[in-house]
């Protein structure tokens, strides 16, 4: 008798997942469902791996269905096909990320939000990212690269994946919250690591609070990541107040499209200045609560990513000593054209180091995808997807099966000089459309910085440079990339 019913309900099981995928298709051709009982996040969590895009997509297309902690998720990785969905952003499709990420970021996280708000936010904040906020924003990266570089060398053996998040959230910190504000002196960056890391767990997981679950332990998190941003938010009101008139000033550099280079980066306004500064055009600001959401998701997008990166890249160089070569003198000639002082000008010349980054992006992209949801039925690849479809605009099936990269040598091995001189590659790392990555301008900028930093003068070892990588919820290296950084005549 249990037999039957456990028979019976499999096959209903399979009658509606036969009747699911028939949803969502055109002219009668049924969306392929090659994995209609797995769900990406637990297979890759089961696996360690991340499935071959390229095989699924040679055996299905580039559309299929999956899940995605349980949601059911149609997987696109056409390039023509991911800028459709992401420039039909508001209009076909809207952003639509997992109930953990919404409740982790908050109401007014950057990523949650839609429409006026959402626009309002985003134009005020990119106050803070224009080329010539970046260009102010140097000589501080430098400088806080070249005391990592000095500390990772005196000290040995390091792990390189929590350093780069070290460099990262520093530089993240002091340019968005200014220094002094508690959160990167020796005792408070420990705890705020590791408080970062049970909220990181919470981000993607299942959103159900009962005390225990990885959910749970991140909203505590968030609460407690909320108490430092009030409190450095307190701080900066404070500040302005007794500055008296800078909101005035502040507000001319926002509306002239950042904040003015400073010689030595002391003075250097930072971001959250400008936004507590910044008036919509009827003259209203930023509440506190969408201040402090909006400093979470910068502080979240703007140091995870650009430092999982970063160990990516040096696992590249590691097996391509012929880069590194080609790095070091590529810095060479930058130093003797420019001098020390890494400007803009020394940054355009650094053409090698651009192409190494974006090509370890392409090769190894840290972030799965976009999700998203269709605001109204349209046609992708050929298939009527349905309003109310979601989709997830799968990074790495778009990167690595694009036929323009497919039509050169060895499409998937790291080669920097592909980027070399002009070229047309299917290339979207940091999305694009209005949802563009706010940060990418300054995430090159501080990668590129860094290399610079390493590459002029020293030598970079990894340990264990096949180590394997964890890629939920975020990608990173299981043992944390054991590394060594020496000077270059001690390692000669
Ligand atoms: C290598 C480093 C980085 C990568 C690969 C990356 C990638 C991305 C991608 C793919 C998106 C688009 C998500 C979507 O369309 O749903 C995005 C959005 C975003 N990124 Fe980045 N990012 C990086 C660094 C940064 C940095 C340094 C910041 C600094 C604050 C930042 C801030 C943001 C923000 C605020 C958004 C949301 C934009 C919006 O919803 O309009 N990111 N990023």
Redesign the pocket.
Known sequence: MVALVVVVLLLAMAAAVFVATQRGTGSGAAIPNPKPFSDLVFEVTLTGGFPNMVKLHAAHGPVFWWRLLGRRMLMVGSYEAAKQL?MGEGTLVR?DYPPSVKQMLGPWG??NIHGKS?TRI?RL?QAG?TPKAIRGYLPRIQAIAEEGVQRWAAEGDILAYPEMKWY?FRV?VELFLGVGTGWTGPQDFPAVSATFATWLEGLFSFPVAIPGTAFARGLKARDELMRRIHASLELLEQRRAAKGSSDDAARGDAAAGGPAPASNGAEQPILMELLMASRDERGEGLTRDQLADTVL??LF???D??ST?LVRIFQHLHAHPEAVTRLRQEQAEVVVKHGTAITEAALADMQYADGALREA?RVT???AG??RIALKDFELCGYTIPAGTRLQCS?QHTLHTDSRWQAEDDPLAFKPERWLGQRDGAWI???GG???????L??MV??KVLLAAIFRGHVLTLQEPNEPWMLFPLARPKHGMPARITEAEAAA
């Open positions: 992401l952003a950057m990523v959402y985003k904040a990212f990262t993240a998701t910068l997008a703007g140091h990513t650009s990166t992006m992209p840290i972030i976009f999700p990074l790392p940091f999305g209005p949802r563009l990555c706010l940060g990418w300054m995430a501080e990668m």
